[in-house]
């Protein structure tokens, strides 16, 4: 078994992962609520249907930001 070990930037931050990885590992992974979170792909806000089918690649760069309510 190959390890493939790459980065990518996550809100700022250096994160190394195992390829393949998918958007939604990643937001799996990092805890997130799916229902309530916007992500930003290469500059490209993602529609959440092809989180499943878009996999990182080495130094891709990613803001993923969580809907807040207020009143």
């Known amino acids: 078994m190959q390890i493939n070990i790459k980065t990518v930037n996550v809100n700022g931050l250096e994160c190394l992962y195992n390829?393949?990885?998918?958007v939604l590992d990643l937001a799996n992974y990092m805890g997130f609520n799916k229902n309530v979170i916007v992500i930003d792909y290469n500059g490209y806000i993602l529609e959440s249907n092809s989180w499943k089918q878009t996999f990182l690649n080495d130094n891709d760069c990613l803001e993923i930001l969580s809907m807040a309510g207020g009143g």
């Open 19 to 22: 390829s393949p990885f998918s």
